[in-house]
């Protein structure tokens, strides 16, 4: 309280307004409410503060354009955030322009299929050249859907069989477990267009599945299916084309490990630490614990030995949190030198635990790194339903502030 008779009463209580508004708009960026008001207050301070909620509102819309499919989004006003931000743009449009070649490509490999279909109701022999001479598997089943009763000598390198082999073996045996299924469904739905009379019949369907390899390894293909009718019109039997995926899944794994991760440390991003706090609120793994730690002295480091240096602190720091919990926790890089724990099933007694392993994986590690010590404020909240959510990110917030203040004071 500032007493009445001080003689700078009216301007110390001016000025804790003023600091009190600068703190409340400050912590609620930080949780990201970027529509908070900052009424009544000028200055220098006040217009970075301003400056920045319009900027991180300029980045929210840009995200929200590149979710779109708006690849042209750049952001130049962020710092080292920019670069990963308009790499990831980059990388995204680049994916897109291959996916549409590839659809391309798809395209005319399914109308080549309808080709190759006229073309067998005409010489089985012709078909059996082209198919031999294939990259992609060429196969052909029973109407029955028990066996193979044809596949091209291309399976060799896909599954590992001969054709012999590969022939001889039932249906079954060549698929994954779960795309067996997906598979019959897809050959019946056909058959049942043939057997009504007048019915068109799809030419071609594709589908996506695992095939099963000779050493047990899964496959994942991408298979375009048709039929072969004989001269009255009745189902003779089904044909496909199976293609290796491998490298399109593998790429897109790789997008959609880059869009949940933090490319500096591995860690989970702020993205997908938004998306976490929906399912736990939706679940049922409470108490719920927040622990949120920030690196002390980054921009020390940055000024006095460069960016490199801050860059390894960055990583240090990751290192230690990642080796202070379990694999089921999640921890995530949400700003430059901000992270933050979630722990599950997890009380304020575990939560404290937590923070003094915390501390002690620091301290292992800063005897071995003299040079570039690690020093990071934390601050530990649980809640205990849903609705304690945010309130428990505040409290661990507040005491992470406190103790960076109290740290400072130690020194």
């Not at 960026?29 to 008001?37: Q, R, T």
């Not at 995200?63 to 308009?86: C, H, I, K, M, W």
């Not at 240096?309 to 990751?318: E, R, S, V």
């Not at 005897?367 to 609705?387: C, E, F, I, K, Q």
């Amino acid at each position: 309280m500032i007493p009445a008779d001080c003689d700078y009463a009216p301007e110390l209580t001016r000025l804790t307004a003023a600091l009190t508004k600068i703190q409340e708009f400050t912590l609620a960026l930080a949780n990201g409410d970027l529509n908070a008001p900052l009424q009544g207050l000028a200055g220098p301070l006040a217009g970075s503060l301003k400056s920045h909620q319009a900027a991180l509102k300029h980045l929210t819309w840009q995200a929200t354009r590149v979710a779109a499919g708006d690849f042209s989004q750049r952001v130049d006003f962020l710092g080292e955030f920019s670069a990963a931000f308009n790499a990831m743009v980059a990388e995204l449009a680049a994916s897109r322009r291959t996916m549409e070649e590839m659809n391309q490509r798809l395209q005319g490999d399914i109308v080549e299929l309808r080709r190759m279909a006229a073309a067998l109701r005409e010489s089985e022999e012709r078909f059996r050249l082209i198919a031999e001479s294939a990259s992609d598997v060429i196969w052909t089943i029973e109407p029955q859907m028990q066996r193979f009763s044809y596949i091209s000598p291309s399976v060799a390198t896909l599954l590992g069989f001969s054709s012999a082999e590969a022939l001889s073996q039932p249906l079954a045996s060549l698929m994954a477990a779960e795309s067996l299924p997906l598979l019959r469904q897809l050959l019946e739905r056909i058959r049942r267009q043939f057997a009504i009379p007048g019915e068109p019949v799809d030419m071609a369907e594709k589908i996506e599945m695992e095939q099963r390899g000779r050493d047990g390894r899964r496959v994942p293909v991408e298979v375009v299916v048709s039929a072969i009718a004989d001269e009255h019109g009745q189902l003779k039997e089904f044909v496909g084309i199976s293609r290796d995926i491998t490298e399109r899944k593998k790429a897109e794994e790789r997008l959609k490990y880059r869009s949940t991760h933090d490319s500096q440390t591995d860690l989970y991003n702020r993205a997908y630490f938004d998306a976490e706090l929906d399912r736990i609120a939706e679940g049922r793994h409470f108490p719920v614990s927040f622990i949120t730690a920030d690196l002390d002295g980054l921009k020390q480091v940055n000024d006095s030995r460069g960016h490199d240096a801050g860059d390894l602190l960055i990583k240090a720091a990751a290192q230690i949190l990642r080796s202070a919990f379990r694999s089921e926790d999640m921890i995530a890089r949400i700003g430059g030198d901000e992270f933050i724990a979630v722990l599950t099933c997890s009380d304020a007694g575990l939560a404290q635990a937590a923070l003094s392993r915390i501390r002690d994986c620091t301290a292992r590690y800063n005897r071995d790194h003299l040079n570039l010590p690690v020093s990071m404020s934390l601050g530990a909240a649980t809640a205990t339903s849903a609705s304690g959510i945010t309130e428990a990110l505040k409290q661990s917030d507040a005491l992470m502030y406190a103790d960076k203040i109290a740290r400072k004071r130690n020194r």
